[in-house]
C-alpha cells in the first residue's frame, strides 16, 4: 500500500523546489495535495504539472489573513487535512549583521516565522487528530553561517516552535518534526545577493558527500515523517545536509 494513502496534505511553496518535489512524492504515495505560493501563474502551472491529485491555492506565508482564508478553503473543500509541511520560506537580503536593515529583518521574519506560526495557529484546528506537521528548516539554524544571521535567527525559532508544539499537540496525537537541510540545488538562494561569506560557507569541498542534495532527496525525508511508519518519532529535528553538520562549516 502506498504510504500516504488517501491522506490529504497542505504544503506552503510548493511551486517549486523542495515543496514541488515534495508535491510530488506525496501524490506518488497515494496523498491527495493542496501546494500553495505567492504567485497565482506560478501555482496554477505547478499544480497542473503535478496532476489532478494537487490543487493549487495563491497564499503567501508572511499574510496571516491569506492564512485565514486557507483554512475557510480547506474547511469548505476538504474538512480536514492529514499533513501540513510548512516549506515555504526566503533567504532575504544576506550580508553582514551590520548591514542589516528593520525592512531586512521583518521580510525575513514575517514569512518564515511569524507567517509558519499563524499559519499552523490557523489551520491546526482543520487537522485531524493523528495528523502531522513538518517544518522545513535548515542547519544554519545551528550553524550560525556569517552573513546570514536574520534567516539563522528565524530557522532556529522555527525549530524551537516545532519542539514546543510537538509537547503542546501530543494530547491530539498530532507529531511534529523538523528537517534541517544542508546545500540544496533549488532556486532558493538565486533570490537573494549572495555575499562571499555565505558563498564560501556553501562550498562543495566541505561536503563529506562531496555535492549538493536534490529535492527529491529531501523529499522523501519529509514523505517519511508524514507517514504512518514514523508513528514514534516527534519533536525531532533531521540533518539532510550530506554530513556537512559534522564537518567544519568554515574549516
Do not use: C
Not at 110 to 119: D, E, S, V
Amino acid at each position: 500500500m502506498a504510504l500516504l494513502s488517501k491522506k490529504v496534505a497542505v504544503i506552503t511553496g510548493g511551486n517549486s523546489g523542495i515543496g514541488y518535489a515534495t508535491a510530488a512524492d506525496f501524490v506518488a504515495q497515494g496523498a491527495r495535495v493542496i501546494i500553495t505560493g505567492r504567485n497565482r501563474e506560478a501555482i496554477e502551472n505547478a499544480a497542473r504539472e503535478l496532476g489532478r491529485e494537487v490543487e493549487g491555492v495563491t497564499a503567501d506565508q508572511g499574510r496571516i489573513k491569506d492564512a485565514e482564508e486557507l483554512a475557510w478553503f480547506i474547511n469548505d473543500r476538504y474538512g480536514k487535512i492529514d499533513i501540513l509541511f510548512v516549506n515555504a520560506g526566503i533567504p532575504g537580503n544576506l550580508g553582514a549583521f551590520s548591514a542589516v536593515t528593520e525592512e531586512d529583518f521583518d521580510e525575513v521574519m514575517n514569512i518564515n516565522t511569524k507567517g509558519a506560526f499563524f499559519l499552523i495557529q490557523k489551520l491546526l484546528p482543520h487537522m485531524r487528530d493523528g495528523g502531522t506537521i513538518i517544518l522545513l528548516s535548515s542547519i544554519s539554524a545551528d550553524s550560525g553561517m556569517p552573513g546570514a544571521v536574520v534567516y539563522n535567527a528565524s530557522k532556529a525559532a522555527l525549530n524551537a516552535l516545532g519542539r514546543t508544539l510537538s509537547r503542546e499537540l501530543a494530547s491530539r496525537r498530532i507529531r511534529v518534526n523538523i528537517v534541517n537541510p544542508g546545500p540544496v540545488e533549488t532556486p532558493f538562494l538565486s533570490k537573494a545577493n549572495v555575499p562571499a561569506e555565505v558563498t564560501a560557507g556553501m562550498s562543495m569541498d566541505k561536503v563529506p558527500m562531496g555535492r549538493a542534495g536534490s529535492p527529491a532527496e529531501i523529499a522523501k525525508l519529509v514523505t517519511f515523517l508524514a507517514s504512518d511508519n514514523a508513528q514514534f518519532i516527534t519533536g525531532a529535528a533531521y540533518n539532510i545536509d550530506g554530513g556537512l553538520s559534522v564537518h567544519p562549516l568554515l574549516g
